[in-house]
């Protein structure tokens, strides 16, 4: 089995190679507190450029639980949007995932179907991807958008080996309804968005890499 590097280092930082060739690009920095106290399980803040995901990220034990429960844990057939419960927040593992439902009013990942629009995925500034968590601000830079039949293969967390990994990275690349000609290797970390399509027969899943960290 393969060890995370950081099993034995609380203090781990992973640091991306292209932290200073994006030094223009800004963080997102958000004050938790408030978050926390209203709904315990809040792990984050995510944005994503002109669409209107700009929204509180929670985690449970489970991935099906905030598929019908809001931000307050009311229930609620809108959900709101959540981590996988495997996403690990402190270190962030190989792939870090987070879905929600696809509304028609365009809320919560709704919105991410303008994504699919060459007039969004051409545009340079759309490509950043913003994390803000209790342990670190993060800016991600999208690689690959694509339209698939339901499955568990994007959704991978774990790789036996570093071939089965870079595999992976591989593949989701080549799915990608354009070339966004990013170097993606198995060494970097992912962010993985995944929402459905609106007639709810297919996904939409957006990959991202991790291309700035700062650590509070």
Request: aromatic share 16%; charged share 25%.
């Amino acid at each position: 089995k393969k060890e995370e590097q950081n099993t034995n280092n609380e203090t781990f930082e992973y640091n991306p190679v292209d932290n200073d060739k994006y030094k223009n690009i800004s963080y997102i920095s958000v004050d938790f507190n408030d978050l926390i106290k209203k709904n315990r399980e809040t792990v984050g803040w995510i944005k994503v450029n002109n669409t209107n995901v700009n929204y509180s990220i929670v985690q449970h034990s489970d991935n099906e639980y905030y598929l019908h429960h809001d931000f307050n844990k009311n229930s609620n057939y809108n959900g709101w949007v959540f981590a996988d419960y495997r996403d690990n927040f402190k270190y962030f593992e190989n792939n870090t995932i987070f879905y929600a439902h696809n509304l028609t009013n365009r809320t919560m990942f709704g919105s991410l179907v303008w994504c699919l629009k060459e007039s969004w995925y051409k545009n340079e500034e759309n490509m950043y991807i913003k994390l803000s968590t209790p342990d670190s601000n993060t800016v991600w830079k999208i690689f690959s958008i694509y339209i698939i039949k339901p499955e568990a293969y994007y959704i991978k967390t774990y790789f036996d080996s570093d071939e089965e990994h870079k595999e992976f990275i591989n593949t989701i690349k080549s799915r990608s309804i354009y070339n966004f000609n990013e170097d993606v290797t198995y060494k970097d970390k992912i962010l993985t968005l995944s929402t459905c399509t609106d007639d709810g027969t297919k996904r939409i899943v957006i990959h991202a890499k991790m291309i700035k960290a700062e650590y509070r």
